[in-house]
């Protein structure tokens, strides 16, 4: 049987895997084992990353959207169910935005959640 050096594919295995761990430091970017495994790892932190970045962001528009609240005289939780029966359909990170930039904005969407409750309670 004819000997079998499998150059071209192994080469074009190896090229591809540098040329995604080109940037990384020492090892990982000249040994072919080390880079592979920084770039398992990577791909699997940036997948996992995309999705956490969704919740991270969600939870500092709360934060804010709170702190601006009780500037108003409510908690967030009051505040977002006084905008829910008023129907006001605006999302967080719209609100979180006012809270910081214009806070009379902020103040007037605080104003219909709060005359909403007391309609609610009466």
Do not use: C
């Not at 995309?50 to 528009?61: P, V």
């Amino acid at each position: 049987m004819p000997r079998v050096k499998r150059g071209t594919i192994a080469l074009k295995k190896r090229r591809k895997l540098s040329k995604l761990s080109k940037g990384y430091r020492g090892a990982r970017s000249r040994k072919v084992k080390a880079g592979r495994e920084a770039i398992i790892h990577a791909l699997a932190y940036g997948y996992r990353d995309r999705r956490n970045k969704k919740r991270d962001f969600r939870r500092i528009w709360i934060a804010r959207i709170n702190a601006a609240a009780r500037i108003n005289g409510l908690s967030y939780n009051r505040l977002m169910e006084g905008l829910k029966k008023a129907g006001v359909q605006i999302n967080r990170k719209v609100l979180a935005e006012l809270s910081a930039k214009d806070a009379s904005a902020f103040a007037r969407f605080a104003e219909i959640a709060k005359s909403q409750l007391e309609l609610a309670r009466a």
